[in-house]
């Protein structure tokens, strides 16, 4: 027995029995664990062959790769895979923008403003399950230790990232074997291991990148072997928020040169900055000095829509322009360019990785595997696009879905054992 599993086993030895002989009703309930891998690259798999997850995904379905929302960021993303909405439309239109009607500004580091359900619109799929007398239970995920519709999840925490993946997944067991009132059926779970090897070293570097994922497949192993033993008809869907891409150190763009002179708010946020001016009518004169200012990026006119579609929502949150490096390029101000040098000295690499770039670039595709009994084995579809995954959700579980979302249940019906 691996380690890992080992300690599995020791965490579950309280609940051991429970779960064996359920005398649940004749007709069995579903179940879904929603599981992100911050930052796993749609090529990771067939690149290091981790053993779990790649049994899981030949008895599951598994899509060539799942095309994020713009901007690839972590925040946008996930909650986009929450609700089944374009950025554009919930609200979480980046890991940090300004919104001008609250003269505030949202970042993922603000736990005043991450747990403050005003700035998150739809109904994330816990927030639909709880309200149609469902329990859920959430082990992490973007939007979850917020009060959206006033709504939580009846189990959940507020985030620490030094928790170890072992105790999140022991929690699961302990939910699963909660005596079925309490039973939670909609479970979401989060792991940054991916994520974070990546920002550090870049997602060319095999070394590193094959010996976190190697651990992290160890736990989802020890996750799955503990399913089996449970008699509970539940599905696993693994996804992940965007991919990742190679940033040089000499690529790294001073963004403080760039908008010197511009009399406006800016909000960086790397592949992507905001800039909301104070005057609307120096726009064109913004474009001019700061695409005159430096090289290998663009600067654009939000209201040409070609980055957030939409704009009869939230147009106010993303500014007027958008300055949006290219690939492999990273705005950085002056503060960030001395933690990078930083890094760059702590890790021993000249190369980073970042992403938030156009979905456009197959770089940013993440993941999507599911695994379980309302789900076809051996299948493999093509990248679709993450705002789609909320409908699969509903459609597992038996939860209406709401009109107003962006994604379609027929793009994934087709993998669905009752198609
Ligand atoms: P990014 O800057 O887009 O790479 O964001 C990834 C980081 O977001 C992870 O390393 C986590 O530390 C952080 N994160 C993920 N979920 C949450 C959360 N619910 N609350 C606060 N931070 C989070
Ligand atoms: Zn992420
Ligand atoms: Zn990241």
């Not at 949202?106 to 927030?127: F, H, Q």
């Not at 991919?243 to 708010?265: C, F, H, S, W, Y």
């Amino acid at each position: 027995m691996s380690r890992y599993l080992f300690s599995l086993f020791i965490l579950l030895l309280p609940f051991a029995s429970i779960g064996q002989n359920s005398n649940d009703s004749a007709e069995k309930e579903t179940y879904v664990i929603l599981i992100s891998l911050d930052g796993f690259r749609y090529d990771y798999v067939e690149r290091f062959h981790p053993e779990n997850l790649s049994r899981f995904i030949q008895k599951g379905t598994a899509a060539e790769g799942l095309i994020p929302s713009f901007p690839s960021k972590t925040f946008p993303n996930h909650y986009t895979i929450a609700t089944g909405m374009l950025p554009e439309h919930h609200g979480l239109v980046d890991n940090s923008f300004y919104n001008p009607q609250k003269d505030q500004t949202y970042a993922i580091s603000n736990r005043e403003v991450v747990t403050d359900g005003s700035w998150y619109g739809g109904t994330p799929i816990w927030v639909l399950a709880e309200q149609n007398g469902m329990k859920a239970a959430s082990y992490f995920f973007v939007g979850s230790e917020a009060d959206i519709q006033g709504i939580r999840p009846s189990y959940y925490y507020d985030y620490d990232g030094t928790v170890s993946n072992l105790t999140r997944i022991s929690k699961v067991f302990e939910w699963l074997q909660l005596p079925k009132p309490d039973r939670p059926r909609m479970i979401t779970l989060y792991f940054s291991d991916m994520d974070d090897v990546g920002h550090g070293y870049g997602p060319g570097n095999e070394e590193k990148l094959s010996k976190t994922l190697t651990q992290l497949d160890h736990e989802l192993g020890a996750l799955f072997e503990g399913l089996k033993s449970l008699d509970l008809d539940v599905n696993v869907i693994i996804v992940s928020d965007h991919g990742m891409a190679d940033v040089p150190k000499n690529q790294l763009i001073n963004l403080d040169q760039l908008t010197e002179g511009i009399d406006a708010r800016v909000v960086n946020s790397g592949a992507l900055a905001h800039v909301y001016l104070k005057d609307q009518n120096s726009k064109e004169e913004a474009i001019r000095i700061i695409g005159s200012s430096g090289e290998n990026f663009k600067v654009v006119d939000v209201q040409e829509g070609e980055y957030y579609r939409d704009l009869s929502q939230h147009a106010d949150l993303m500014g007027d322009l958008l300055i949006l490096p290219d690939l492999g390029y990273y705005l950085a101000d002056q503060r960030g360019l001395f933690r990078y040098q930083n890094r760059s000295a702590m890790n021993k690499t000249d190369v980073f990785g970042e992403h938030g770039y156009s979905p456009d670039y197959e770089e940013m595709q993440g993941i999507f595997y599911a695994n379980g009994p309302q789900i076809k084995a051996g299948l493999t579809i093509p990248p679709f696009k993450n705002v789609h995954i909320y409908t699969l959700i509903c459609e597992i579980l038996g939860l209406p879905i709401p009109k107003d979302i962006d994604g379609k249940k027929e793009v994934l019906a087709p993998i669905l054992t009752k198609d």
